[in-house]
């Protein structure tokens, strides 16, 4: 087969950006510029945001190579409007651009600036070893980060992102979403086949035989308390997401790692996942990492036609999650 040139990421997002500026006022957005020229979107911190801005910030966070559409579903008794995703470039476009990968931070003490950096630019500046797995770097004239953060950054973020991408201030756009908003939790929960992918590679997986993915989770209700809110956007995925993987492998690894990939596998499922982070005195690092996963998956060879199906959907636990305040 044709080995293919691989898409520039930032550059197929350019026109979705540009798009989210040019509609911010109907989309509940803020648009402005830091001193330094930069660009900065703010998309639930002083402004409403929605569901749509969320949407369209999910497909900017795949790097133009991926699709998110709302869609109302009957699957669940109390939880109609789910999120729909596809990618037919999943590995670039959640590990090498969706992934929040990059840890940003400035500053010391209570005031400090802490967040994590997603989307397209992450393949320009980011340093994450992850990058020479993918055998992937984006080169452009413009970039764009999503932060997951409750204020807006400090000029000194936007220019260490400038400068790690080679970019000057000007050419860069920092998209803001708070996980307590409205379009802050659908850029989450976009992230159903992210969170796949992310496992595949952690087990190990050879990622250059995922051929395409689709993925599909609740949308849920948002919390102005920022625990509640992280524990939605976790559980939706966690108890309710659903992956389909289609692979280029013969039917035992397909058959494995479809019974390695559901959440109900790691040894730490079983309630909300706020509930989990403050049993482990809020340390990421002590949660076993095989958690972040889909609740139920089906992978497909493409070698044989065959399919295998793991995981389960919790409804009980959703309604948990979604109805009931962390902590």
Known sequence: MQEQKLPSVNTLTQPLVESLISNAIPLRLAVSKLE????VIDAGIKVAGGLE???????????????????????????????DVHSGNPVIACLASQYAGWSLSHGEGKGAFKALGSGPGRAMGSKEELFAELKYRDEAEQACIVIEADVLPPVEIADEISEQCGLSAKQLTLIITP???????????????????????????HLENIVDGAGSAPICPPSKDFMT???????????????????????????????????????????????????????FYKIDPM???????TVSSLKTGNSFHAGKIDSALLNKSFSEKCG
């Open 179 to 205: 996980t307590s908003s409205l379009a802050g939790s659908v850029q989450v929960v976009a992230r159903v086949l992210e969170t796949a992918l992310h496992k595949v590679h952690a087990l190990g997986f």
């Open 229 to 283: 809110a992280m524990s939605r956007t976790n559980d939706a995925i966690l108890f309710a997401g659903q992956v389909h993987l289609f692979v280029n492998e013969d039917d035992d690894s397909a058959d494995q790692l479809a019974r390695q990939l559901p959440s109900s596998a790691s040894v730490d499922y079983g309630q909300p996942f706020g509930n989990i982070f403050k049993n482990v005195g809020y340390d």
């Open 36 to 39: 330094n020229g930069t660009t």
């Open 291 to 297: 958690l972040f996963s889909p609740a139920r998956v």
């Open 53 to 83: 801005a969320g949407r369209r910030i999910g497909e900017i966070c795949m790097g133009g190579l991926g699709t998110v559409k709302l869609r109302a579903s009957t699957n669940f008794e109390n939880w109609s409007w789910h999120l």
